[in-house]
């Protein structure tokens, strides 16, 4: 095998994840989001968990590509931890799809259908109409079509190069040799996890095998451990994939660690006991394209029916190898309500329970806020995770209700109900928006804590002043919406006033001690940074409040803005009264003077 050989070789390998790519991308973005609704809703069982990880996975011909998205779900906590493990164990099967349409290669005979099976016939044809179709037509579903089958094209063109590069191997000695240390099943099994780990695809690495079979000096010995070792090599993609990811997500990548690690093994057991104890017939024999392609998949499919009443054993050892803190396990995740579509054939009653769940997620941004200035003193990971789990369910909550309201509004409804859907998702913005603007405060403790960045004890001081103003006004305005108490309503706009004139006032005395240098640029950035974001939901709470105010009023044309240029004109008799009780109670303590 000559220098030329090796570079061809290489570059067979690089068309061949490259069209294995593209056409998954082509896949996916043929599926859109329907994707993660899909594997949200098919996770029942383990049953259905299990086919459809491997239809996904025949599909988009990466078991990484899946097992990806699966940690991404148990990340942003739409999928569990043992629902995601049955989507795993059908991935492993589903990513043996590849090696069967590769073993058509083997294919030989005069028959013209026939021929027309074999890869080398169709595979220019998918190429040439897949790239058709993707340069020359603008239609969307029409590229990601032709993405689709350019890369299919792609994928076996890198397949016939492979085949070629490696085709004066037949006469090495030092390729037989090596590939005879390779009976040694523990050596096999390591050959077959590196390879597959520096490439991040079981599929691609099983087709170098495929191709390096056409030499002839591939056994059954060599093959097997290979195999098995591949499945292992593949989990790196998702375990790279976890990290920096939640507990749930790492847990995952860990399950597909162990269930491709426990059954290799006890595969190996298996077979290599069988072999002392009775002896396998042809055990040195050649192997083709095919032998390869059954025996991986009656490899993963073996495993994966083993496993299947084990889903809870991998979940725990996952969860022993990932461990929660005594406050995590301490911690409750609150449970998502669930807006049943039933309830829409009677409206009234939908929309109440609709409303419901914009109660809980109000409830949930507060408990998130009143966590945000205190964690900024106070990092900790357990703390972390608890509040990205509850953002989580602000964020699943704000899709799922506005997805429900949108259903709700195709429903005959009265001019009544039609005004409470527009309103809802009004409300539903507001609270998601107070959400993002904990979660902005809260990424801020990360900056402080990588930088080193301190605060002095006025700026500390300042802020939770400012903070339980915050916290009063959350209070007020999330109390007044799930009670529809006007009264409270009433009192969020001199609240917000003063928070606004909190807010300027510390700005300017911060700003002031950047110029004189008495700040550090980074801590001041930040500061100012955190100003903006409590200002913002101070902003939407007043908001709520105006828009609780102008629903009681019955005016269509309500305007939020008129409504607080009454505020001052005596629309509310005690507005100004109650302006000063909160100047007296938050702003008289900012001090006016730096340190």
């Known amino acids: 095998m000559t220098i030329f050989d090796a570079i061809s070789l290489a570059g067979g390998?690089?068309?061949?994840?490259y069209g294995m790519t593209i056409m998954g991308s082509g896949l996916e973005k043929l599926a859109g989001s329907k994707l993660e609704v899909i594997l949200r809703k098919v996770t029942s069982n383990i049953f259905t968990s299990v086919l459809f990880g491997a239809l996904l996975t025949a599909a988009i011909q990466s078991s990484s590509a899946t097992t990806v998205i699966v940690v991404g779900l148990v990340n942003s906590g739409i999928m569990k931890l043992e629902q995601a493990i049955g989507i795993i164990m059908g991935a492993n099967v589903g990513t043996t799809i590849t090696a069967q349409i590769l073993r058509l290669s083997d294919i030989s005979s005069d028959n013209i259908w026939l021929q027309l099976l074999k890869p080398k016939s169709f595979a220019p044809v998918f190429a040439i109409v897949g790239a058709v179709l993707f340069v020359f037509i603008k239609n969307t579903k029409s590229r990601n079509v032709g993405q689709i089958l350019l890369g299919f094209g792609i994928l076996f063109t890198g397949m016939f190069a492979m085949e070629a590069a490696v085709e004066p191997l037949r006469e090495s000695e030092l390729f037989f040799?090596?590939?005879?240390?390779?009976?040694n099943?523990?050596?096999?099994?390591?050959?077959?996890?590196?390879?597959t780990a520096i490439i991040q695809s079981s599929a691609a690495s099983i087709g170098i095998l495929q191709a390096l079979s056409s030499t002839g000096l591939i056994t059954w010995g060599t093959a097997i451990p290979i195999i098995m070792g591949q499945n292992i090599g593949t989990c790196v993609t998702p375990m790279l994939a976890s990290i920096g990811a939640s507990?749930?997500?790492?847990?995952?990548?860990?399950?597909?660690?162990?269930f491709n690690i426990i059954g290799t093994t006890?595969?190996?057991?298996?077979?290599?006991?069988?072999?002392?104890?009775?002896g396998i017939p042809g055990w040195s024999a050649s192997v083709t394209r095919g032998d390869i392609a059954t025996f991986h998949t009656l490899?993963?499919?073996?495993?994966t029916l083993l496993f299947m009443p084990f889903t809870k054993v991998l979940a725990s050892l996952a969860e022993w190898t990932i461990r929660n803190t005594k406050a995590e396990d301490s911690f409750v995740e609150p449970e998502v309500p669930i807006l049943d579509d039933r309830l829409l054939m009677s409206p009234a009653v939908a929309i109440q329970q609709a409303r419901t769940a914009v109660e809980t997620m109000a409830l949930h941004a507060k408990s998130n806020y009143s966590l945000a200035i205190p964690f900024l003193f106070n990092y900790s990971d357990e703390q972390l995770n608890r509040i990205e789990s509850v953002e989580s369910i602000i964020d699943r909550l704000e899709v799922n209700i506005s997805n429900y309201l949108v259903r709700i509004a195709d429903k005959e409804l009265t001019e009544s109900e039609s005004h409470n859907v527009s309103e809802m998702l009004s409300f539903v913005t507001e609270f998601e928006r107070i959400g993002d603007y904990a979660i902005n405060i809260v990424e801020r403790s990360g900056e402080i804590k990588d930088k080193n960045i301190t605060f002095s004890d006025t700026a500390r001081t300042e802020l939770m002043l400012l903070d339980k103003a915050i916290c009063e006004i959350l209070e007020l305005s999330i109390n007044a919406f799930v009670n529809n108490n006007l009264k409270l309503a009433e009192q969020v706009e001199?609240?917000?006033?003063t928070v606004d004139l909190i807010c300027d006032t510390l700005r300017s005395k911060h700003i002031g001690r950047l110029k004189e240098g008495k700040c550090a640029i980074e801590s001041g950035v930040v500061f100012l940074e955190i100003l903006t974001n409590l200002e913002r939901i101070s902003d939407h709470c007043s908001n709520v409040a105006a828009r609780l105010i102008g629903n009681d009023s019955g005016d269509e044309d309500f305007d939020t803005h008129e409504l607080r240029r009454n505020l001052h004109n005596g629309y509310v008799n005690n507005f100004n009264d109650m302006l000063s009780m909160y100047r007296e109670k938050y702003y008289s303590g900012i001090q006016l003077s730096d340190e």
């Open 185 to 195: 099943p523990i050596l096999g099994v390591l050959a077959g996890t590196f390879v």
């Open 494 to 497: 001199p609240l917000e006033e």
């Open 247 to 258: 507990k749930g997500a790492k847990r995952s990548a860990f399950a597909h660690l162990y």
């Open 13 to 17: 390998l690089g068309l061949f994840l």
């Open 299 to 303: 490899f993963n499919l073996i495993v």
């Open 266 to 278: 006890v595969f190996l057991i298996a077979i290599y006991g069988f072999k002392a104890i009775v």
């Open 177 to 183: 040799t090596l590939f005879s240390t390779l009976e």
